[in-house]
C-alpha cells in the first residue's frame, strides 16, 4: 500500500524543527499585561476609546459584516466616506478600500500588468509583493535593494510597452526608507508606473504621518499608486490602494481579491476612519513613534531608526527564539524573525515602536534588552 498522502508533512515538519524553523500560534488574552513591542499599533490607537467607539457605531449601524463583494451588497457609505479620507489625508486623488494590505497588493499588481507587462520588483519586496508579482503573468525582474541603476537598467532594456516599479515605501524587517525620488525619477524617465507597499509608512513617515510618497513630495503624482494597510497605524484591519480616479476605476472592473472578496467588516471600517480622524487632529503621534523607536534602539545598541521598526539581527534562529522567549519572561514582548522572512544567517529580534509606550515601560524594557542582549554581546 502507498504512504497516506499526507504523511510527507510530518517529515517536512521535523526538518523545520531540526533547523530552528518550526512556528506556533501563542494567543493572548485581553488582559495581556506584557509590553508589547511586536505588534503594529505603531500610534497606539487599537484600544483608543474613540477608535473603539468608531467601530462599535458602525457595528450597531451595519451589522457586523458587510454581506457581500463590493459590487453586490458589501459597500457601504462608511466605505466610501474612509475611501475618501484616505485619499484626501495622504494626497492621493482617489482610494479603494480592500479587505486586507494582502488582497490590495494582490489587486493592484495584478490589474495594472498581466501579459505584455513588466513588474520590475525589489529584493527585499513583502511576501504580499512577492505573491502578487507571481500571480501577475507579467515578465518579473527582481532587482537588488534600493539599487536605483538596477531598476533603470531593467526598465531601459525592456521589450514591454507597460511597466511597474514596486517596493515597499518602508521595510518591513528593517525600517529602511526606500529612495523614492530617484526610483520615481527613472520611472518617470522609462514610462513605467511606481508602485509604493507604504504599509509601515502611513501614520509614522511624512508630515503628519501622510506616508512615504508624502515625504518624498509624489503624493498625488498621475504615474505614482500607493497601497497602505489599516491594521497598523491605524489600529484597525483591512487594506486600500490609492492614487489616480483612473487606477481606482480599473481596480472596480479587474481586480481579483476586489471583485470576489467579501466587503471589509463595517466595524474595521468605522474604527480605521476614527483612527485617521485621531491621527489628523494629533500630528505630534508619528512624532512620538520615532522617539520611542529611538530609545528601543539606544537600548538594543544598533542604529537609530527613520522609522517604527528596531531590528537586533543575532543570526541563528535558535538564537533569536531564545532571546525572544527571554524576552517575554521578562514581561516584554518582541517580534522574531527568521527565514523565510529574512536571508539566512540575519535572524533578529523585531522591536516595534508605540506612540503610548510610557517612560516607565521603557525603563522595564531597557532592563530586559541589557539581560537578554549582554550574553550575546559576550559571545
Known amino acids: 500500500m502507498p504512504d497516506h498522502p499526507l504523511a510527507w508533512l510530518a517529515d517536512h515538519a521535523d526538518r523545520r524543527r531540526a533547523a530552528g524553523l518550526r512556528r506556533s500560534l501563542r494567543p493572548r488574552a485581553a488582559d495581556d499585561a506584557v ?3 511586536a505588534g503594529n499599533d505603531y500610534l497606539g490607537l487599537a484600544r483608543d476609546p474613540r477608535v473603539v467607539a468608531g467601530g462599535v457605531a458602525a457595528l450597531q449601524a451595519w451589522g457586523a459584516g458587510s454581506t457581500g463583494s463590493r459590487l453586490v451588497t458589501g459597500s457601504t457609505a462608511l466605505h466610501a466616506e474612509l475611501e475618501d479620507a484616505l485619499a484626501a489625508f495622504t494626497g492621493f486623488a482617489a482610494g479603494l478600500v480592500f479587505s486586507s494590505g ?7 499588481l495584478t490589474a495594472l500588468s498581466g501579459p505584455g507587462a513588466l513588474i520590475v520588483s525589489d529584493a527585499a519586496n513583502h511576501a504580499s509583493l512577492v505573491d502578487a508579482c507571481r500571480l501577475s503573468r507579467a515578465r518579473v525582474q527582481v532587482v537588488p535593494r534600493d539599487d ?3 531598476v533603470d537598467a531593467a526598465l531601459a532594456a525592456r521589450t514591454e510597452d507597460r511597466a511597474l516599479v514596486v517596493t515597499d515605501g518602508v521595510n518591513s524587517v528593517d525600517g529602511g526608507h526606500a529612495p523614492l525620488p530617484a526610483l520615481h525619477a527613472a520611472c518617470r524617465a522609462r514610462g513605467a508606473v511606481l508602485v509604493v507597499d507604504d504599509a509601515h509608512g502611513l501614520g509614522v513617515a511624512g508630515p503628519g504621518g501622510r506616508g ?3 515625504a518624498a513630495g509624489l503624493a498625488g503624482a498621475d504615474d505614482v499608486v500607493a497601497t497602505v494597510t489599516l491594521s497598523k497605524a491605524l489600529g484597525s484591519q483591512g487594506g486600500a490602494v490609492l492614487g489616480p480616479p483612473a487606477v481606482v476605476e480599473h481596480l472596480v472592473d ?19 476612519l476614527a483612527a485617521l480622524r485621531v491621527l489628523a487632529a494629533e500630528p505630534e503621534r508619528p512624532a512620538a513613534v520615532l522617539r520611542v523607536a529611538g530609545e528601543l534602539a539606544r537600548a538594543a545598541g544598533v542604529a537609530v531608526p527613520a522609522s517604527s521598526v528596531v531590528a537586533v539581527v543575532l543570526g541563528e534562529p535558535e538564537r533569536a527564539v531564545a532571546a525572544a522567549a527571554r524576552c517575554a519572561e521578562l514581561g516584554v ?5 527568521r527565514p523565510p522572512s529574512v536571508p539566512e544567517g540575519t535572524s533578529r529580534l523585531r522591536l516595534t515602536a508605540r506612540a503610548t509606550v510610557t517612560d516607565a515601560e521603557l525603563v522595564r524594557v531597557r532592563a530586559a534588552l541589557a539581560d537578554v542582549l ?6
Open 254 to 272: 479587474t481586480a481579483r481579491s476586489f471583485i470576489f472578496d467579501t466587503g471589509l467588516a463595517p466595524a474595521c471600517a468605522g474604527a480605521a
Open 35 to 37: 509590553i508589547d513591542l
Open 102 to 108: 494582502y488582497t490590495a497588493n494582490l489587486g493592484v
Open 212 to 214: 512615504t510618497p508624502a
Open 333 to 337: 514582548r518582541v517580534g522574531c524573525f
Open 148 to 150: 536605483v541603476a538596477a
Open 374 to 379: 549582554a550574553p550575546a554581546a559576550a559571545r
